[in-house]
């Protein structure tokens, strides 16, 4: 049994930095040596929504680190590799049933955690299909966010909605996922690309990451702004926030189709983490044939990791300016506090 240090949720709202114990990998597993881990705002709607009943509960999903222990079954990993963990599987299409259905074997005070995987954790014991071994030249803090802001913000604009150049884009939310989606539409050369919040300083952030046009939505109205600069609405509208508000929001933005066959309007693709509850105008089916999609994590990690990781190394998506702030593992709250006000731009690390 290894004790390895970690930020667990324990109840709602309510998070404890201690010991956590961790079995020797079974078949399937591996045990990630973790040098950073990547903050992302799942955790705060995690620690908000999730109930005691599912306590303790993991944190994390995207960390790197090198392998220190090896499952006998498991290939793809050797010890002493270094490996991007995540939550999506490697190969990209097993369903959500599989993610939710992992149990790892950790406990913490003499309870089993709840959870697929924890990179809140210095030691990371993980399912194989959640650890993508990558070269050892990424092993970097900075190329963690690769297991969730970049698989989820990129993929969603090249693998979900496909958008091509000259396309009109609109992203809602400028933080680490929200800025993916951001920067692989500008690489993708859509224009106009779009970039909502309601900071100011992200904004401008969100221009050096390619935006060619931002809104404060506080300060103005978001859906007339969007369509005084398209003109005849986007091609696509994502929502990297996940509110209410902002789930309602993204449809009537994008443009209108109309009667026939292939009149088909934008699409509005929802990447933020996902109300129970909205309400959408059913005119905007039919009258508009506009289309509204989900997407979730959509990345193969075996296959666009190295992808994302090139373009970072040749600059064109440049993960150590996208990262701006770091805290120590015991500072997780502190990190999980300033993202849900707002006080990071991009994205923010914890290291140990």
């Not at 995540?86 to 959500?96: D, E, L, N």
């Not at 963690?144 to 604009?157: E, Q």
């Not at 009149?263 to 933020?272: D, E, P, S, T």
Request: hydrophobic share 40%; proline share 5%.
């Amino acid at each position: 049994m290894l004790k390895t240090p970690t930020a667990i949720m324990v109840g709602p709202n309510k998070m404890e930095i201690d010991l956590m114990d961790i079995p020797e990998p079974g078949d399937n597993q591996v045990i990630v040596k973790q040098i950073a881990t990547g903050v992302c705002l799942s955790q705060v709607h995690q620690l908000k929504t999730m109930s005691q009943d599912v306590c303790p509960q993991l944190l994390g999903h995207e960390g790197i680190g090198q392998v220190s222990h090896v499952g006998k079954n498991v290939t793809h990993l050797k010890e002493g590799d270094w490996a991007i963990t995540t939550w999506v599987p490697r190969a990209g299409y097993p369903g959500r049933d599989y993610i939710d259905g992992i149990v790892t074997g950790a406990k913490y005070k003499g309870e089993l955690a709840k959870g697929p995987l924890s990179t809140y954790s210095e030691d990371c014991l993980a399912p194989d299909q959640l650890v993508v071994k990558i070269d050892s030249k990424y092993g970097k803090p900075e190329n963690s966010i690769v297991g969730c802001a970049i698989l989820t913000g990129a993929g969603a604009v090249f693998h979900t909605a496909k958008v091509r150049a000259e396309q009109s884009v609109v992203v809602i939310g400028a933080g680490g996922i929200g800025l993916s989606s951001i920067k692989m539409a500008s690489l993708m050369q859509a224009y106009p690309v779009i970039a909502v919040d309601i900071n100011d300083e992200k904004l401008e952030f969100a221009k050096k990451w390619g935006a060619t046009h931002t809104i404060n939505s506080a300060k103005e109205d978001l859906n007339a702004k969007v369509w005084e600069i398209t003109k005849t609405g986007a091609d696509f509208a994502f929502d990297a926030v996940g509110l209410v508000a902002t789930h309602e929001a993204i449809l009537p933005m994008v443009r209108s189709g109309g009667p026939g066959g292939e009149n088909v309007g934008g699409m509005a693709v929802l990447i933020g983490w996902p109300q129970p509850e909205f309400k959408l105008n059913a005119e905007h089916f039919v009258y508009h044939q506009r289309q509204y999609r989900g997407s979730h994590g959509a990345s193969i990690p075996d296959i666009d990791f190295p992808m994302y990781l090139r373009l970072s190394e040749e600059g064109l998506f440049p993960l150590d300016k996208l990262v701006t702030t770091s805290y120590a593992i015991e500072d997780a709250q502190k990190a999980i506090d300033d993202l849900e006000h707002g006080k990071i731009a991009g994205r923010a690390l914890l290291t140990f």
